[in-house]
């Protein structure tokens, strides 16, 4: 017998627009980690809303743009 759960809600897909440099990075990563985009996608935004939360936009921005 299968051990398939269902989640009571479906997934959201939404569509993300990236330069050209960000895509080639963002498919570079995946392959060579074997993790899915879409995987790769919801860390990273989970981690940047935890900050954003946490710490205030002002901080994180201040940042983001340093790097």
Not at 17 to 25: A, F, G, S, V
Not at 26 to 50: A, D
């Amino acid at each position: 017998m299968s051990n398939l759960i269902i989640e009571s809600t479906p997934k959201i897909q939404y569509p993300l627009r990236m330069n050209h440099e960000l895509h080639t990075r963002f498919t570079n990563i995946s392959h060579s980690t074997k993790i899915p985009k879409s995987t790769l996608g919801r860390i990273g935004l989970t981690k940047l809303l935890n900050d954003i939360e946490s710490r205030g936009i002002t901080t994180v921005l201040k940042e983001l743009e340093s790097v």
